[in-house]
């Protein structure tokens, strides 16, 4: 496991990790390296977040999921970067990527008996009562919704997979924070009716 980088001037500067992603496009030495220090504090808030709401019998690490998302960012060598916003939006489907994998081979080891619960909102964990859904199931409806809506699709991704705010996710699909709120308490609905029939979620 790589150590924790330092913090840095760039640190969660939206115009210097737009440069430097600008500058990892054009090949320029040293970008991919800059740009590891200047996101890595970001991904990890970002990865708490997003792990808080899962399943208490997976045992990955904020840190295991910054490295091994990043892996899959650098990776992506037909993606042409537009900013930081752009990074992290498609940060949150390599995270949702990597949860939904493992609850796959979490399900496949217990063979069937393993439905991994989560909460569907904003909270840290979800208390009694409140709704919980299944994270196949809702990677299904999503894969669903998106046929229908992407927008709506992509909103519910980068705010529940990667813990987005609404102003990044705004800025991220080029829109207003409106409608990103507007499209967040729709796509909710939408899921609900999609996952109540099927016994993994109830609305309340």
């Not at 996101?39 to 490295?67: F, G």
């Not at 399900?107 to 904003?122: M, P, Q, V, W």
């Amino acid at each position: 496991m790589a150590p924790r980088p330092p913090v840095t001037a760039e640190m969660n500067n939206p115009e210097d990790i737009t440069r430097i992603l600008q500058d990892w496009g054009e090949g320029r030495s040293g970008a991919q390296e800059r740009l590891f220090l200047a996101v890595y504090d970001e991904l990890r808030r970002v990865a708490r977040k997003c792990l808080r709401r899962e399943s208490p019998d997976q045992n990955l690490q904020p840190t295991e999921l910054v490295h091994e998302a990043y892996m899959r960012l650098v990776d992506q060598t037909r993606v042409t970067w537009q900013n930081r916003a752009h990074f992290f939006g498609i940060a949150a489907q390599q995270m949702r990527r990597i949860l939904v994998d493992r609850a796959r081979a979490r399900k496949a080891d217990k063979r069937g008996g393993d439905i991994s619960l989560l909460a569907f909102d904003e909270s840290h964990a979800a208390p009694q009562g409140q709704a919980q859904v299944d994270l196949l199931a809702l990677d299904e409806a999503l894969e669903r919704l998106a046929k229908v809506d992407e927008r709506k699709a992509r909103v519910v991704e980068m705010r529940f997979f990667a813990g987005l705010k609404e102003e990044e996710i705004a800025e991220c699909l080029n829109v207003s924070t409106k409608t990103v709120e507007r499209d967040w308490q729709m796509a909710k609905l939408w899921l609900y009716r999609e996952l109540v029939p099927s016994g993994v979620g109830e609305s309340r």
